[in-house]
C-alpha cells in the first residue's frame, strides 16, 4: 500500500495519497496512534488523508469494515532553520552559487529569492546551495522550502555590475596622494578601487560617485577599476601619473 509523500511537516497539515485495493469503506487514517485530520474516499483504490501533527517515523494505517491496513512508514519532518547564507550579495543578473546553513534541510526542494524559486542542491542536513536567479537591484527576502515547512529571515541583495564613465582629476604624482573622484554608475556597493592593480583607499558618495586617493604608481597611463559583489568595469588608461619636477 504506497503513500505519497511518505514524509511531511511535524506540525501536521501535509495531504497524503494512499493506494491499494477494497478502500471503498475507509472508515479512518491513523499516522501512528493519532487519527488524520480529514480523510477522503477517492476511489476503491485510493485515498487521501490530511496528516495531524507528529513526530520521528510512524506507520500509516487504513482502517475499513473489513479490517485494517498493515502500516506504511510515514516520516516527520522539523520546519527547516537557516543560519547563514554567503555570499549575501551579487549580480541582477543572477548565476551566482550561494550557500545556505541551517538545520532540517535534507528534504529542501525550493530556495525563493523573493518571488523568483530555484532548486537546491542538498550537501547534507544543515547545508544546501542554490544558484541565485536574476532579480532587479536591492535586497529580498530568502525562503526556504523543505517537506517540514517554509523558513525565511535572511535576505539576499542583488547588485548591479558598476561602470565607470570618467575620473577627475585625470592626472596626478606618481607618489600618489591625489584625491580623485570615479563616477558612473552601480558604486553603492563597491568594494575597491584600483589604479594600475594597486589598491586605493575610497569613500562612497552615492550610487554615481566614489572618491578615492590614489597609491604611489610609475610614471605613465594606468587602468581605474571599480569592484563590487556583481563585478567590475575598468576604465583603461583614465589616470596618467607624473613624475613631479626636480629642484
Do not use: C, W
Not at 504506497?2 to 475507509?26: D, E, F, H, R
Not at 549580480?91 to 541551517?102: E, F, N, P
Amino acid at each position: 500500500m504506497p503513500i505519497s509523500p511518505t514524509q511531511g511537516s511535524s506540525g501536521g497539515g501535509t495531504l497524503v495519497t494512499i493506494t491499494g485495493t477494497n478502500l471503498t469503506g475507509t472508515t479512518g487514517v491513523h499516522f501512528g496512534t493519532r487519527a488524520a485530520t480529514s480523510v477522503t474516499v477517492v476511489s476503491p483504490t485510493q485515498v487521501t488523508a490530511v496528516s495531524p501533527s507528529g513526530n520521528g517515523a510512524v506507520g500509516v494505517t487504513v482502517t475499513t469494515p473489513g479490517g485494517t491496513s498493515g502500516p506504511v512508514p510515514f516520516y516527520y519532518v522539523g520546519a527547516p532553520f537557516k543560519q547563514t547564507l554567503s555570499p549575501s550579495a551579487g549580480s541582477t543578473a543572477g548565476g551566482d552559487t550561494i550557500t545556505i546553513s541551517g538545520i532540517g534541510l535534507t528534504s529542501a526542494t525550493s530556495v525563493a529569492f523573493g518571488a523568483n524559486s530555484v532548486v537546491p542542491t542538498v550537501v547534507s542536513d544543515s547545508q544546501i546551495t542554490a544558484v541565485a536567479p536574476a532579480g532587479a537591484a536591492g535586497s529580498v527576502g530568502v525562503t526556504i522550502t523543505t517537506a517540514g515547512g517554509t523558513h525565511n529571515g535572511l535576505s539576499y541583495t542583488y547588485v548591479p555590475v558598476p561602470t565607470v564613465t570618467a575620473v577627475a582629476p585625470d592626472e596626478g604624482s606618481t607618489s600618489g596622494g591625489t584625491a580623485v573622484t570615479v563616477t558612473g554608475t552601480g558604486l553603492t556597493n563597491t568594494t575597491s578601487v584600483t589604479f594600475g592593480g594597486n589598491p586605493a583607499p575610497f569613500t562612497v558618495i552615492s550610487d554615481t560617485a566614489v572618491s578615492a586617493v590614489t597609491p604611489p604608481g610609475a610614471a605613465g597611463a594606468v587602468d581605474v577599476t571599480v569592484t563590487n559583489d556583481a563585478g567590475s568595469d575598468t576604465a583603461v588608461g583614465a589616470f596618467t601619473y607624473i613624475t613631479p619636477p626636480g629642484v
